[in-house]
Nanobody
């Protein structure tokens, strides 16, 4: 069955960086577009970024454009989200999405001084 396991979250200072990873299994990873979404405390779900199955095309929400970079390694069945210049408003539970199955548990990112 589809399984997505996120990791790499934590606490960062404003202006800092974190790199999220999502290990995927249970489906043909290289055939699926993948992405990241987030949910901040008390707010709705927000799409953050997406990447084509072959990595040739990426997209970003305006709120993270220029600061976040999505990438993938199809040999490792893993998608990444490099987050730079973090802001307090980036604080959220980050989910990896894709593969046509249930989402993972998410990884918490907290940006605070």
């Amino acid at each position: 069955q589809v399984q997505l396991v996120e990791s790499g979250g934590g606490v960062a200072q404003p202006g800092g960086s974190l790199r999220l990873s999502c290990a995927a299994s249970g489906f043909t990873f290289s055939s699926y577009a993948m992405g990241w979404a987030r949910q901040a405390p008390g707010k709705g779900l927000e799409w953050v970024s997406g990447i084509y199955s072959d990595g040739s095309v990426t997209g970003y929400a305006d709120s993270v454009k220029g600061r976040y970079t999505i990438s993938r390694d199809n040999a490792k069945n893993t998608v990444y989200l490099q987050m730079n210049s973090l802001k307090p408003e980036d604080t959220a539970l980050y989910y990896c999405v894709g593969g046509g199955g249930p989402w993972g548990q998410g990884t918490q990112v907290t940006v605070s001084s």
